[in-house]
């Protein structure tokens, strides 16, 4: 059978699904040792985070199994989620907002497809297309845009520190704002992760609002995904509070709170783009799963995931990089010219090897040979990779992922830094 154009787009082997085969062979059996997995986005297994969703489960199954698992509901979520996040925001931010800003649905990932392929894409006016802030980014984004070559991403502005500050090992990306007002001349959406997804870097105001008044002037929406940021799971150290505008649609999720196997987040936003997307989903899959829909509503309306957030979720997590960081300074060779991009949060390192010898895909395959998975960088940023800046940095970058045990960590930055040691060897 002959697929599609867009059955061809949708179907290659993206970062996002290597990034799911890793998992896959993560949690298999394993043939010769375990696995030591520094690629997937999956949250840790906090005990506290579990026990705290297993009650709320079973408090939803006990009084109500029928009512949210029994039977089909509203495409737009459970009335009792909706007004759940409804309260909870309006409380939070005295937003004042309606049911007729929310959508709950199947994950945040599935809300930002629903809201890109809504905005980009063929029109009377010529093709739309999703353009990306900031890249790197969030590599499930490159398979939103059902069009062929659909997405443009803006080179980020790149500071790399100096001897005299800290130990001259870390570097920042920030958000080119000309850059990005010229990209958006043809654009139909923006869309961007804070904190980002690889690089832990989080929107300051300036950006923040920066990206807001494109929007407005081109009147598109701006996609904001939070999925580590405010409210929960509120892994940030620079919190900047979700903004209300009616070209911005913010997208939240409960799976880094702990729930990532339920596929539930909602989205908020002006009203017109919220119907839309609710019309996607009646058309897609009716709603999303219902009977942790009221669990969630319970972690709202109780407060318990705010109490998740600040007394177990954030310190984790800010408990691991600082881990991370002393690992990478132990076992990564002081001959390596390699930086860690600055961090505001998220649950990732994001590292640079500034070495013409350095590939992220010959280290990828170097360190799956030693039962170690990473993320080559290349998946974060949107080809072709041809610029002068791409071709050289877009292949030099790695993610690695704190969410796994200590010991996991350790042990595969160990095996990094003698696979950085080994390939600087063969290269000299």
Not at 54 to 73: N, P, T, W
């Amino acid at each position: 059978m002959q697929l599609s154009t867009w059955g061809t787009s949708m179907s290659r082997l993206s970062g996002i699904r290597s990034i799911m085969d890793d998992i896959a062979a993560a949690v298999g059996e394993p043939s010769d040792g375990p696995w030591f997995n520094l690629s997937p986005g999956n949250p840790a297994m906090i005990p506290e985070v579990v026990d705290t969703w297993r009650r709320l489960a079973e408090e939803s199954v006990r009084d109500d199994f029928f009512g949210a698992g029994g039977q089909y509901g509203p495409s737009r979520g459970t009335n009792a989620l909706v007004g759940a996040i409804v309260r909870y925001f309006n409380a939070a931010y005295g937003w004042g907002i309606g049911p007729e800003n929310v959508l709950v649905g199947p994950g945040s990932q599935m809300l930002a497809f629903m809201a890109v392929n809504a905005y980009t894409g063929p029109t009377d006016r010529g093709e739309r297309k999703l353009v990306l802030p900031c890249v790197p980014d969030y590599t499930g984004y490159q398979g939103l845009s059902i069009a062929e070559r659909g997405i443009v991403g803006v080179e980020p502005v790149v500071t790399v520190e100096d001897g005299t500050v800290g130990d001259g090992r870390q570097f920042r990306y920030g958000v080119d704002l000309a850059a990005v007002r010229r990209a958006t001349a043809t654009g139909g959406a923006m869309l961007l992760s804070s904190p980002s997804n690889p690089t832990g870097r989080s929107l300051d105001a300036a950006e923040l609002d920066g990206l807001v008044a494109i929007a407005a002037e081109r009147d598109i929406p701006l996609i904001v995904d939070h999925a580590y940021g405010q409210p929960f799971p509120g892994v940030v150290d620079t919190p900047l509070t979700p903004v209300l505008h009616p070209n911005v649609v913010n997208c939240f999720t409960f799976s880094k709170a702990g729930m990532p196997g339920e596929r539930i987040g909602f989205a908020i936003g002006p009203a017109d783009a919220i119907d839309a997307m609710v019309s996607f989903t009646a058309n897609a899959a009716l709603h999303a799963p219902q009977l942790m829909q009221n669990a969630a509503a319970r972690a709202l309306d109780s407060g318990g995931i705010d109490v998740l957030t600040a007394k177990v979720i954030k310190p984790y997590y800010r408990a691991k990089r600082r881990l991370a960081e002393e690992l990478l300074r132990e076992h990564l060779p002081e001959s390596v010219d390699w930086r860690l991009h600055r961090s505001d949060g998220g649950m990732f390192c994001w590292l640079w090897i500034d070495h013409d010898w350095f590939d992220d895909l010959v280290a990828y395959r170097a360190l799956k040979s030693k039962n170690v998975f990473i993320v080559p960088g290349r998946h974060f940023f949107v080809g072709p990779l041809t610029t002068p800046f791409l071709a050289d940095h877009g292949t030099r970058c790695v993610r690695l992922s704190l969410s796994g045990p200590e010991d996991v960590i350790a042990t595969g930055v160990a095996r990094l830094g003698a696979t950085l040691t080994e390939q600087r060897r063969a290269a000299s």
